[in-house]
């Protein structure tokens, strides 16, 4: 979840060194590097802080170089310090490494090290490796970095330099952090993602697992790290454009991601609908596979977790199959029963996800059938499914997913008919007028988007609620998952406690919470559970509590169980959580904002989480 970037060129690189690291900020900001090859050796400088702190003290680094490096990190090992950031440097000052991603056998390579005399600066994994190629350099980075690659446990992807060849950049991964080259014009670059020099070139080429990759100014050349033998890749035009990693007018990613919703719901339905008839490609496996599978279980973690918990409703309505959705972290420890008649769906908006890869492995040795479900092409998820189905929400930055989850849940609607469509639980028909109401839901989210009556009201709720201490959030069916996701929502962007309760539930236990002056956020759009939602909002006023409830337009009734109620446009119930979700989003963004908080960027988060 570190962002990496390293050029070589004819340019001086410091500026597109630092503003391919902001690019990438997303993915870890507690700290950040870069080196550059000056005259007299390597420059190093290195912050706490965001990228903007390495601004600061990058003044007095190399103006003229054409060859460096940088990095953008997010803590594993090691606090957030300055002698933790990356890069690294050798003793003598001639070697530099950077890296994404882990070392698991960090306390052997460091005992190693320090066995050989080296003095260890930092507490990370990552040292050790500059280390290593000081005592082993033989005037060939590039073999050097083969050679020690084997003993080098884990999952990783790190970019070296040696001040000896200046005019060169070895790179190498193992398992799912990515790389992927940028090509231009008498220059290259190299990175763990696009963005870092999408305003450089489109050009790009994936790094592929256990492959060295050796970065010049003319020329890339692959190798595999196993012999060393030369390995082709094509050059392919990325589509990204840089205007996504931009915030477009919105004073946040997040809330400009918000307002993508609309895109990002009709681009995940697009073409895959023909004449009222779903077509839904990327399973990898047949309607006959299909129609034999007697069990789906989904996993994913946060948000992606929180779209699966939709899809498990939808799947046993529509697709007529027990479902169940469990925390990847949980169930990749569990003696999970299960046999080739299970389907596996792992959701992760950014495909990277340790525990959600590692749950999926486990199944798929254990012998179901796997689908990823990823906003990614090409991640780690992707290439290790037994089929994939994307998510078309673009690239998304806020740390906070906005469109992804309604993505997700739109993918998972789509899932859900198209089991239900091959398992003859639903009709053609059925199918046709279902899809026709998803087809709609664009518009519904952007008149929500455009609805200057809730927005008032929303800034009203801001206003009044921002400095409590605690929220409770109460649903049930497929109101609750879009609790979790609200409540989830508030709590990581503006640090309010929060919980989320099956309201059903709410007596058992953390009625005991709620006080006079308890904010409890209600979904409770029409469905068969509505009645059910009201009695509960009963108890809730009774205690004093103020009730928000997000109701259905239209059914006035709610209005004598909630304080305040957000309407949300009428819908089929099954179809109510991807606007449901929409004023929770909203909420939880405007109190942030009146706390004056960062939305784009809580603190201790990162995008990706490629860690367990
Ligand atoms: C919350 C959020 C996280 C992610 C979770 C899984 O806003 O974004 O809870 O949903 O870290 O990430 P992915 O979907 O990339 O596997």
């Given at each position: 979840m570190c962002g990496i970037i390293g050029y070589v060129g004819a340019r001086p690189c410091k500026e597109l060194v630092l503003s391919g690291l902001e690019h990438l900020e997303y993915r870890g900001y507690d700290s950040s590097g870069l080196v550059l090859v000056g005259e007299h050796g390597l420059d190093r400088a290195r912050a706490v802080g965001p990228v903007k702190a390495l601004r600061a003290v990058a003044g007095g680094v190399?103006?003229?170089?054409?060859?460096?490096?940088?990095?953008?990190?997010?803590?594993?090992?090691?606090?957030?310090?300055?002698?933790n950031a990356h890069p690294f440097l050798?003793?003598?000052?001639?070697?530099?490494?950077?890296?994404?991603?882990?070392?698991?056998?960090?306390?052997?390579?460091?005992?190693?090290?320090?066995?050989?005399?080296?003095?260890?600066?930092?507490?990370?994994?990552?040292?050790?490796?500059?280390?290593?190629i000081e005592e082993e350099y033989d005037g060939d980075i590039a073999e050097t970095c083969r050679r020690i690659f084997p003993r080098l446990e884990g999952h990783f992807a790190f970019l070296a330099m040696a001040i000896d060849e200046p005019d060169r950049i070895v790179a190498a991964r193992l398992a799912w952090p990515p790389l992927v080259v940028g090509r231009g014009e008498g220059e290259n670059y190299i990175a763990s993602f696009t963005p870092a020099f999408l305003e450089q070139t489109r050009m790009i080429q994936i790094v592929d697992e256990s492959e060295l990759v050796i970065v010049t100014a003319d020329n890339v050349e692959f190798r595999a790290i196993a012999d060393g033998s030369p390995r082709e890749h094509e050059i392919e035009r990325a589509d990204d454009s840089i205007e996504v990693?931009?915030?477009?007018?919105?004073?946040?990613f997040m809330l400009?991601?918000?307002?993508?919703?609309?895109?990002?719901?009709?681009?995940?339905?697009?073409?895959?609908?023909?004449?009222?008839?779903?077509?839904l490609d990327g399973f990898g496996l047949s309607d006959d596979d299909l129609r034999e599978i007697n069990r789906v279980l989904i996993v994913g973690c946060g948000t992606?977790?929180?779209?699966?918990?939709?899809?498990?409703?939808?799947?046993?309505?529509?697709?007529?199959?027990?479902?169940?959705?469990?925390?990847?972290?949980?169930?990749?420890?569990?003696?999970?029963?299960?046999?080739?008649?299970?389907?596996?769906?792992?959701?992760?908006?950014?495909?990277?996800?340790?525990?959600?890869?590692?749950?999926?492995?486990?199944?798929?040795?254990?012998?179901?059938?796997v689908v990823a479900v990823t906003n990614i092409m090409g991640s780690a998820i992707a290439r290790a499914a037994d089929g994939v189905l994307y998510t078309r929400a673009g690239l998304e930055i806020g740390v906070a997913a906005s469109k992804t989850f309604t993505a997700q849940v739109t993918l998972m609607t789509?899932?859900?008919?198209?089991?239900?469509?091959?398992?003859?639980?639903?009709?053609?028909?059925?199918?046709?007028?279902?899809?026709?109401?998803?087809?709609?839901?664009?518009?519904?989210?952007?008149?929500?988007?455009?609805?200057?009556?809730?927005?008032?009201?929303l800034d009203m709720l801001a206003d009044r609620f921002c400095h409590d201490r605690f929220f409770l959030y109460l649903g049930r069916h497929l109101g609750l998952p879009i609790?979790?996701?609200?409540?989830?929502?508030?709590?990581?962007?503006?640090?309010?406690?929060?919980?989320?309760?099956?309201?059903?539930?709410?007596?058992?236990?953390p009625i005991a919470l709620l006080g006079e002056d308890t904010p409890v956020v209600a979904v409770a759009t029409d469905s068969h559970v509505f009645e059910k939602m009201a009695?509960?909002?009963?108890?809730?006023?009774?205690?004093?509590?103020?009730?928000?409830?997000?109701?259905?337009?239209?059914?006035?009734?709610?209005e004598a169980h909630a304080e305040h109620v957000l309407y949300v446009p009428r819908t089929r119930p099954e179809l109510q959580p991807i606007l449901a979700v929409i004023p929770l989003q909203l909420l939880a963004y405007k109190i942030t904002g009146r706390l004056g908080l960062d939305v784009d960027r809580p603190r201790n988060l990162a995008k990706t989480v490629t860690v367990e």
């Open positions: 190399s103006e003229t170089a054409t060859a460096g490096m940088g990095h953008t990190r997010w803590a594993t090992h090691g606090g957030v310090e300055e002698r050798s003793e003598d000052g001639r070697f530099a490494v950077l890296m994404n991603g882990i070392f698991e056998n960090y306390i052997d390579l460091r005992a190693q090290v320090t066995a050989k005399g080296h003095t260890l600066t930092s507490d990370t994994d990552t040292e050790a490796l500059v280390h290593m990693a931009a915030k477009g007018g919105y004073e946040s400009k991601e918000i307002h993508e919703q609309p895109t990002a719901i009709a681009d995940t339905i697009a073409e895959r609908f023909h004449h009222g008839e779903l077509h992606a977790l929180h779209s699966g918990l939709v899809g498990r409703y939808l799947i046993e309505e529509w697709g007529g199959v027990a479902t169940e959705a469990d925390v990847a972290s949980e169930w990749r420890y569990r003696n999970g029963v299960f046999d080739p008649k299970t389907l596996v769906l792992a959701i992760s908006q950014s495909g990277e996800t340790a525990d959600t890869l590692a749950a999926m492995q486990i199944a798929k040795e254990r012998g179901a059938r789509l899932i859900a008919l198209h089991l239900g469509a091959v398992r003859g639980h639903l009709s053609p028909e059925d199918v046709a007028l279902i899809g026709g109401e998803l087809r709609e839901l664009p518009d519904l989210v952007q008149q929500l988007l455009d609805d200057k009556e809730l927005d008032a009201q609790c979790q996701e609200g409540a989830l929502k508030l709590k990581e962007i503006s640090y309010i406690p929060t919980d989320a309760y099956a309201a059903g539930e709410m007596k058992h236990g009695s509960n909002l009963e108890e809730v006023r009774a205690r004093g509590a103020h009730v928000i409830a997000v109701a259905t337009a239209g059914n006035t009734s709610i």
